[in-house]
C-alpha cells in the first residue's frame, strides 16, 4: 500500500511538472505524459479549449436527455446488464460505470452514492456532453477522437477542476464498424485501481458482441481466430454470413485476421476470403457440431473456426406418386412447383391432393403478409412444423429468420430464458455473455410456437405482454428490445378446451388464435400415395432408382398409421435401409416387424402377415431352394425351427438376406431367432 502511495505522488508530480511546461512555457512534455494524452492537449489549446473553465457542457434538459437515449435506444437496451455486471464488480470502490453515446452525452451511469455525488460537481452525469471540445481531455470525449481505449489519471485532464477523476474508457463500435458509443469507469484519482481499464475493456468487447449477434441475427455466425483458445472467448472473431455464401459482416477482430478492410454493402464471397468452400465447412459441422476446424484464408493466414449458430434444416424433397413407377428426387424436383434443395419448401410444395389438406392450404395462403397469427392444429406427426416453415417460406418474411421452440420440450424453469433470453449474471448459472432469446431471434421473420398448449401460465403472461407491446424484456435487462416477428402456433390440443379447464389463458388464446387451419391425420388422408413417393425421393436422393411393390403399397393405404407422418418416414427409412445391394423394390420382408400387430390390422391381413413370418416350403420344382429335411425326432416346434436355420445358415455361408429368403421370413425376425440359436 504504502509502495502504491508513493508511484501515485511520483506520477502527480510528474504531471504537474508536464503542465507547467506545456502551459506556462508551451513546451511539448512528450514521455512525462502517454502519447494520447499529449496529442489531446495538443487538440484542445488548437481548439481554444480553457483549462480553466468552470461551466461548460453542464447537463441537457430531461428532453434533452430522453431524445439522446432514444437515438441510441439499442445501445443502451444492450450495455444496460453489462453496466450491472460491472458495478457489482467496482461496488464500494468509490466509482462509477459510465456508458455515452458517440457525440460524448452521458446516457446511463451507475455508482457508488457518495461518489456520484461528487462527480455531479464537475458535471459527470446523465445528460451532460464529454465531448472534447467542451470538456478537453477526458477518458470519454478522448477515446472517441483516438478510437481506442484511453486512461485519464488525475491532472492528465485538460481541465483543472477535473484533476479530482481518474478515468478509463473504451470506444465501443457497431457491426459495421462505425462507433456506437463509449463504456467508462470513472473515479477518486486516489483511488486508481489497476485492472479497471482491463475491465473496461472486456466489457466493451462484450457489448460490441452482443450488437454484432442482434445485427446479425438472420444470419449464420462463424466464429474465428488465428489462436484456437481463443475461439469461444470474448477475443474471439466472429463472421456472418448469408445463405447464398456471402460474408455480410465481420468484427474488427475477425477483420484483423483475415485481412479484411472495409465491408462492401453487397458482403465478400466465401470462397474469396477461403480456401475452403462454404459447404465444405457446413458439412463439416453437420458432422461434428461444435468442432473447432483450421482454414486457411486466401492471404496464406491459418485461423480457427467454429460455427456458433443453427445450420438450416435439410428437408425432405417432395417427389410424384402413381403405380409405384421408379422415384428418383430429380424427377420430383422436376415436377414439384417449387425448390426444395433451397431448404424453402413452400406451401405449393404440399399440394398433394388431398382435399382437406387443400382446404388448410388455401386459408393460409389468404393471410400471407397480414398481421394475422396462425394456430395449427393436429395430432403429433402430422407435419406441423413442416406447415410452418412452409408458411414462411411462402411469404414476404421468407428471407427472415424462422426460429421454432417446441414448448412441451423445454423445462419450466428454462423455457422463460430460452424464449425471453437474458443479460449476463441474471440469475445464477447464466453466461457471462448472457444469451439473445428466440423471440428477438425471429426478429424480421417468424417464430414457432409449437405445443403452445404447454407452456406454463406464468410465461403465457409475458408472451401475451410481447404480442401486445411488439418488445421483449430478456431476463435481468432494465430496456425493452423492439421485436417485428410474425407468430405461427401449433399443438396437438384443443385450446378452447384448455381455456375452459383454465390450463390457458383466454386473453392469449385470441391473441395466437388469428386463423385456425386443422391438419388431417395420415389414416384420413387420400393422397397417401403421393406422400409415400415424397418420402421414398427424400431417402433414395438422385444417385438410386427405388420403387414400393404393390402388396407393400396396399398395406400402407389400409395401416391406421398411430403416428402419422412421422411413423411412415421411420418406416421408409428402415425399409431403404434393409435393401440389399442391387436391390429396387421394397417388399414386405423390408418392413419393420412392428407394423405386424394383429391390434393394427384386420384379421385376413394379420394371416398373410404371419404366413410370411414362419418358415414355409418352396415348391418342389426348385430344389436348391429347398428347406433341409429335419428329422423330428419328438422335439419340439421350437427346437427345429432353429435346427432349420441353423442348417439354412451353413448351406448360405452365413449370409443373412440369402437364408431369409431361403426361409421366406425378414432378416428382422432371422436376426431374433439367430439371438436364441447363439
Known amino acids: 500500500m504504502k509502495g502504491q502511495l508513493m508511484a501515485m505522488d511520483a506520477h502527480v508530480q510528474q504531471v504537474q511538472a508536464a503542465r507547467r511546461r506545456f502551459?506556462?512555457?508551451?513546451?511539448?512534455p512528450e514521455g512525462d505524459v502517454p502519447s494520447e494524452?499529449?496529442?489531446?492537449?495538443?487538440?484542445?489549446?488548437?481548439?481554444?479549449?480553457?483549462?480553466?473553465?468552470?461551466?461548460?457542457?453542464?447537463?441537457?434538459?430531461?428532453?434533452?436527455?430522453?431524445?439522446?437515449?432514444?437515438?441510441?435506444?439499442?445501445?443502451?437496451?444492450h450495455a444496460a446488464g453489462i453496466?450491472?455486471?460491472?458495478?457489482?464488480?467496482?461496488?464500494?470502490?468509490?466509482s462509477m460505470v459510465i456508458l455515452a453515446d458517440l457525440n460524448g452525452v452521458i446516457l446511463h451511469s451507475l455508482g457508488d452514492p457518495d461518489f456520484v455525488a461528487r462527480a455531479q460537481r464537475v458535471a459527470l452525469q446523465p445528460g451532460a456532453s464529454?465531448?472534447?471540445?467542451?470538456?478537453?481531455t477526458n477518458a470519454i470525449g478522448t477515446a472517441l477522437i483516438e478510437r481506442m481505449p484511453v486512461e485519464v489519471l488525475g491532472a492528465e485532464h485538460f481541465l483543472e477542476?477535473?484533476?479530482?477523476?481518474?478515468?478509463?474508457?473504451?470506444?465501443?463500435?457497431?457491426?459495421?464498424?462505425?462507433?456506437a458509443g463509449v463504456l467508462d469507469i470513472s473515479g477518486d484519482y486516489r483511488s486508481n485501481q489497476r485492472h479497471t481499464m482491463g475491465l473496461v475493456r472486456l466489457s466493451a468487447q462484450l457489448l460490441e458482441k452482443r450488437l454484432f449477434e442482434v445485427e446479425f441475427a438472420r444470419q449464420i455466425l462463424i466464429a474465428v481466430h488465428a489462436r484456437p483458445e481463443c475461439v469461444g472467448s470474448l477475443q474471439e472473431g466472429l463472421l456472418a454470413v448469408s445463405l447464398d455464401g456471402c460474408i455480410v459482416g465481420a468484427n474488427p477482430v475477425a477483420r484483423e485476421a483475415l485481412g479484411i478492410g472495409e465491408m462492401d454493402p453487397g458482403g465478400l464471397a466465401f470462397g474469396n476470403v477461403f480456401r475452403v468452400s462454404l459447404d465444405v465447412f457446413f458439412d463439416r459441422s453437420r458432422r461434428d457440431p461444435g468442432s473447432l476446424q483450421a482454414m486457411e484464408a486466401r492471404r496464406g493466414e491459418r485461423v480457427y473456426a467454429r460455427l456458433k449458430s443453427n445450420l438450416p434444416p435439410r428437408t425432405e424433397v417432395p417427389a410424384p406418386s402413381p403405380a409405384r413407377p421408379a422415384v428418383t428426387a430429380r424427377a420430383v424436383a422436376a415436377e414439384a412447383p417449387c425448390d426444395p434443395k433451397s431448404g424453402r419448401v413452400t406451401l405449393a410444395c404440399l399440394a398433394t391432393g388431398d382435399a382437406r389438406l387443400q382446404l388448410a392450404l388455401d386459408r393460409s395462403s389468404r393471410v400471407l403478409?397480414?398481421?394475422?397469427?396462425l394456430l395449427i392444429q393436429g395430432e403429433s406427426g402430422v407435419g406441423k412444423e413442416l406447415f410452418a416453415r412452409a408458411f414462411h417460406y411462402s411469404g414476404p418474411r421468407r428471407d427472415g429468420p424462422f426460429v421454432a421452440l417446441n414448448c412441451a420440450a423445454i423445462p419450466e424453469n428454462l423455457i422463460e430464458s430460452e424464449l425471453f433470453g437474458y443479460v449476463g449474471g441474471a440469475f445464477t448459472g447464466a453466461r457471462r455473455e448472457g444469451a439473445i432469446g428466440k423471440i428477438q431471434q425471429a426478429h424480421g421473420g417468424t417464430l414457432f410456437l409449437d405445443e403452445i398448449g404447454d407452456m406454463p401460465l406464468g410465461m403465457q403472461a409475458r408472451l401475451l405482454r410481447v404480442l401486445q407491446?411488439?418488445?421483449?424484456?430478456?431476463?435481468?435487462?432494465?430496456?425493452?428490445?423492439?421485436?417485428?416477428?410474425?407468430?405461427?402456433?401449433?399443438?396437438?390440443?384443443?385450446?378452447?378446451?384448455?381455456?375452459?379447464?383454465?390450463?390457458?389463458?383466454?386473453?392469449?388464446?385470441y391473441r395466437v388464435n388469428g386463423l385456425t387451419v386443422t391438419l388431417p391425420p395420415l389414416r384420413e388422408r387420400s393422397d397417401i400415395g403421393r406422400i409415400v413417393d415424397n418420402i421414398l425421393a427424400a431417402e433414395v436422393g438422385e444417385s438410386r432408382t427405388v420403387h414400393i411393390g404393390a402388396e407393400v403399397m396396399a398395406f400402407f393405404e389400409r395401416y391406421p398409421w398411430p403416428g402419422n407422418v412421422r411413423q411412415l418416414q421411420n418406416v421408409i427409412r428402415v425399409a431403404v435401409a434393409l435393401l440389399d445391394e442391387g436391390?429396387?423394390?421394397?417388399?414386405?420382408?423390408?418392413?419393420?416387424?412392428?407394423?405386424?400387430?394383429?391390434?393394427?390390422?384386420?384379421?385376413?391381413?394379420?394371416?398373410?402377415?404371419?404366413?410370411?413370418?414362419?418358415?414355409r416350403q418352396p415348391a418342389a420344382a426348385t430344389p436348391v431352394a429347398a428347406a433341409p429335411a429335419i428329422a423330428t425326432g419328438g422335439r419340439s416346434l421350437d427346437q427345429i425351427e432353429l435346427e432349420a436355420i441353423a442348417v439354412v445358415m451353413r448351406e448360405v455361408g452365413g449370409n443373412v438376406s440369402a437364408a431369409a429368403r431361403r426361409l421366406g421370413i425378414s432378416r428382422n425376425t432371422l436376426y431374433r431367432k439367430i439371438g436364441r440359436i447363439v
Open 469 to 509: 407491446e411488439r418488445s421483449v424484456t430478456p431476463i435481468g435487462a432494465m430496456r425493452q428490445v423492439p421485436v417485428d416477428i410474425s407468430l405461427v402456433c401449433a399443438t396437438h390440443r384443443l385450446l378452447r378446451d384448455a381455456v375452459q379447464k383454465g390450463s390457458f389463458r383466454e386473453d392469449l388464446y
Open 130 to 136: 464529454w465531448d472534447e471540445s467542451l470538456r478537453g
Open 369 to 373: 403478409g397480414k398481421d394475422i397469427p
Open 161 to 179: 477542476r477535473n484533476g479530482v477523476l481518474t478515468c478509463s474508457a473504451a470506444p465501443v463500435f457497431k457491426p459495421c464498424g462505425g462507433l
Open 23 to 28: 502551459f506556462d512555457r508551451g513546451e511539448e
Open 83 to 94: 453496466m450491472e455486471h460491472v458495478f457489482e464488480q467496482i461496488r464500494a470502490s468509490g
Open 583 to 615: 436391390e429396387d423394390e421394397i417388399r414386405p420382408v423390408h418392413l419393420p416387424e412392428e407394423l405386424f400387430g394383429a391390434d393394427a390390422m384386420d384379421e385376413g391381413e394379420s394371416a398373410r402377415i404371419e404366413e410370411r413370418s414362419l418358415p
Open 37 to 77: 494524452v499529449l496529442r489531446s492537449w495538443l487538440r484542445c489549446r488548437d481548439g481554444g479549449v480553457d483549462a480553466l473553465a468552470v461551466g461548460n457542457g453542464d447537463p441537457e434538459g430531461r428532453a434533452q436527455l430522453t431524445e439522446a437515449r432514444e437515438r441510441s435506444e439499442q445501445l443502451l437496451n
